[in-house]
Nanobody, 121 residues
Framework: QVQLVESGGGLVQAGGSLTLSCVAS????????MGWYRQAPGKQRELVAT???????NYAESVKGRFTISRDNAKNTVYLQMNSLKPEDTAVYYC???????????????WGQGTQVTVSS
């Protein structure tokens, strides 16, 4: 089994910053893409940012220039540095990983339990 555990959420004023972390643990052969998604109340879950094993990144238009995704492959960890936060960034943020548990296995999708980010105006 693979577990993804997020940390770093909280309450921050508009214009402030937060850094989210997500550590993957368990039976892991290789982690391919990792990313962050978010879901606000009454809305669908949406992509925030993704990063490949080699470091290629992709961002939602709404966070470009404000958020930075990074990863430490040796630690099976992905980060999301969030600057210039806005009230509309308020959501539960979920970590996602595409993981192979053995060299023979196919890739599978894993999700963290989510961490709340609240931005006050």
């Amino acid at each position: 089994q693979v577990q993804l555990v997020e940390s770093g959420g909280g309450l921050v004023q508009a214009g402030g910053s937060l850094t989210l972390s997500c550590v993957a643990s368990g039976i892991i052969f290789k982690i391919n893409a990792m990313g962050w998604y978010r879901q606000a109340p009454g809305k669908q879950r949406e992509l925030v940012a993704t990063i490949s094993t080699g470091g290629t990144t992709n961002y939602a238009e709404s966070v470009k220039g404000r958020f930075t995704i990074s990863r430490d492959n040796a630690k099976n960890t992905v980060y999301l540095q969030m600057n210039s936060l806005k009230p509309e960034d308020t959501a539960v943020y979920y970590c996602h990983g595409v993981v192979r548990t053995t060299y023979r296995s196919y890739e599978d999708d894993y999700w963290g339990q989510g961490t709340q980010v609240t931005v006050s105006s």
